[in-house]
């Protein structure tokens, strides 16, 4: 059966996946009638599809499904009744994947406030920056995040929950004041699907990070459509579905990414699953998980995955479980696909594109379509989005031409917080205007060829050139610096730099790291220095000229700061 054929099958047998349209800010969406509505629904849900006894499991701790809703429904009766949270106040989670961290996201919510993930590997002058634009006045941090927001946090008046860590006179503790805050009385607001439930930091080729506002709706919409795409994919490929594990996802995205809260930990919900965290990469420690939980998902960057399929190639293991290997984040090297399938023969190799403003949702591809065409990004997961490739016009291109994606979604973000000109830019009419360029052939699958911003995608993290061109040029002896993507092999690209000095001034490579250490997250400082004799390449425009410049550089036709 072909997708076409199985999408209809879906949509004539199964009520889940019925769906409406409805009108929002004056534009036409689809919407699924018969889900939960809302994150707080969800967790209801939840208690329907249980497929473990256990939900988390983080190293030897395990915790059930009743004792995680117990647990956040103490963090929303601790953030109502002292705290005084509200609908709509903004509560701020900054740490590692601890246990904690699910247990908070819903927690915040079911309040009906709005998680502010931070970025756990920003340094102070970021997190001032993200807590300054979200006006975030309660966060709860683990010891690591604590100094780097102590600095400010008087200053800027947020109160702080410290998360494993020892007593401080400047901050709460977790596990005193609220692992076990009585919740008998706790008020359930009204939620709205349009409600907001998140503010997730992305970087952009504006420079600074942009607060990406996203919504109750948006993202049961993106959960879902990636549930009726396994539902469809059972018609299309009926050997695998029947051979089907309970469900074992090992996380291994930072749940402050789109990555890991959305198909990871939120579709663990929907689909009762159980999750492991780790408390950092390991690849050979993730073997043995996969082994021990029975693990049969993983969705991560792929320089996570390609470690992990090295690991299971050194240790001569299957990993028998596992029944998706998806890649997600940043663009899996084509021929590495047909290489991890013949590494983990029992394993689907997939891919799914999204991005942080569509909720992750957007294309995916698997199974002997992705193997043969190990470029593709893929098709529209489920039946709510819509898409087309359009030129810089907005006009639609004609079939197989090269142009911009662009997606109209429920899934779509609701905008870039405090920034409306950048938000008009790149939602118009519905659509998100995705900055990436691509094709789209007669079956409506998407390949994507290059990208409109200046942005460089190294491991997963998104790294804004201008970003990283601004700090470098605030350096005394640095008059100008161009920033571009290095191709690397494990991260799949690298910063690199080029700068141009004033005169009579000189300068080594570890003095621009030891300049830049504390005003850039250690993944945004260039792996790469090249030093121009003369000024920087120029266009016609006398703009500096990005292209010509990584040409030069990669040519060797720039000297290279060793």
Same mark, same amino acid.
């Given at each position: ?36 509505? #809302? ?9 329907? +599809?249980?497929?473990?006894?256990? &939900?988390?499991? /983080? ?6 499904? +009743? ?10 009766? &601790? ?16 740490? %590692? ?11 915040? !919510? =079911? ?12 340094? +102070? =002058? ?18 690591? @995040? ?9 200053? &800027?008046?947020?109160? $702080?929950?410290?998360? @494993? ?5 400047? &901050? ?33 080729? +504006? ?25 469809? *994919?059972? /018609? ?13 996802? $090992?996380? $291994? ?6 990555? *890991? ?14 999750? #492991? ?46 029944? #998706? ?6 663009? @899996? ?19 799914? /594109? ?23 990004? *893929? ?34 973000? $609701? ?10 830019? !790149? ?81 080594? %490579? ?18 790469? /220095? ?8 120029? *266009? ?5 000229? %990005?292209?010509? #410049? ?13």
């Amino acid at each position: 059966m072909d997708f076409e054929a199985a999408t209809k099958r879906v949509l004539d047998t199964d009520d889940l996946y019925q769906f409406s349209e409805y009108t929002f800010e004056g534009q036409i969406y689809k919407r699924f009638v018969n889900t939960p509505q #809302t994150l707080h629904e969800l967790l209801e849900y939840g208690k329907e +599809t249980r497929q473990w006894d256990e &939900f988390i499991v /983080y190293e030897n701790e395990r915790i059930t499904y +009743t004792e995680f809703l117990e647990k956040a429904n103490s963090v929303a009766a &601790f953030l109502q009744k002292e705290l005084g949270v509200k609908k709509g106040d903004k509560v701020a989670i900054a740490m %590692r994947n601890f246990p904690e961290y699910p247990i908070l996201l819903m927690g915040i !919510v =079911s309040v009906g406030a709005i998680v502010v993930f931070v970025n756990a590997w920003w340094t +102070t =002058s970021e997190m001032e920056y993200g807590f300054h634009d979200s006006s975030a006045k309660i966060c709860f941090a683990d010891i690591e @995040r604590l100094k780097a927001i102590l600095p400010f946090s008087k200053d &800027f008046g947020i109160k $702080l929950i410290g998360i @494993r860590s020892e007593h401080g006179d400047n &901050f709460l503790e977790y596990e005193k004041e609220v692992a076990s805050y009585p919740s008998k009385n706790l008020q359930a607001p009204k939620i709205d699907p349009n409600d907001e439930f998140g503010i997730m930091y992305t970087s952009g080729s +504006t420079g600074e990070p942009k607060g990406v506002v996203l919504t109750h709706r948006g993202a049961i919409s993106a959960v879902f459509s990636w549930l009726m795409m396994e539902k469809i *994919g059972s /018609y299309v490929y009926p050997e695998k579905a029947s051979t089907k594990k309970p469900s074992s996802i $090992l996380l $291994l995205s930072p749940l402050f990414h789109v990555n *890991g809260s959305h198909p990871n930990f939120l579709y663990g919900i929907a689909k009762g699953s159980k999750i #492991t965290l780790m408390y950092k990469w390991d690849p050979k420690q993730a073997v043995d998980i996969i082994e021990n939980e029975t693990i049969t998902l993983i969705r991560a960057v792929p320089t996570v995955i390609s470690d992990l399929v090295e690991e299971a190639i050194a240790q001569n293991k299957s990993l028998s479980s596992l029944e #998706t290997l998806n890649a997600g984040g940043a663009k @899996r090297p084509a021929p590495n696909v047909a290489y991890e399938k013949n590494a983990l023969p029992l394993t689907d190799i997939s891919s799914g /594109y999204g991005m942080t403003e569509t909720n992750a949702l957007g294309v995916s591809v698997s199974g002997d379509e992705y193997l043969e065409n190990p470029e593709l990004a *893929g098709r529209l997961v489920g039946v709510l989005q819509d898409i087309k490739i359009v030129d810089e016009n907005d006009k639609e291109v004609k079939q197989g031409e090269v142009g911009e994606i662009a997606i109209k979604s429920p899934a779509n973000m $609701l905008c870039y917080l405090n920034k409306k000109k950048e938000t008009d830019e !790149v939602l118009i009419d519905g659509w998100m205007h995705t900055g990436d360029l691509g094709h789209m052939n007669s079956q409506g699958l998407v390949t994507i060829v290059d990208r409109k911003k200046n942005i460089i995608i190294r491991g997963g993290e998104n790294i804004s050139c201008l970003e990283v061109e601004g700090m470098l040029q605030k350096h005394q002896s640095i008059l100008e610096s161009i920033v571009f993507a290095v191709p690397n092999e494990r991260f799949g690209e690298e910063v690199g730099a080029c700068i141009n000095l004033k005169k009579k001034e000189s300068l080594q %490579r570890e003095e621009i790291y030891q300049f830049l250490n504390d005003k850039l997250a250690k993944f945004k400082i260039p792996a790469h /220095y090249w030093l121009a004799d003369d000024s920087l390449p120029r *266009g016609a425009t006398d703009k500096l000229d %990005r292209i010509t #410049t990584r040409e030069l550089c990669l040519d060797n036709k720039i000297k290279k700061l060793l």
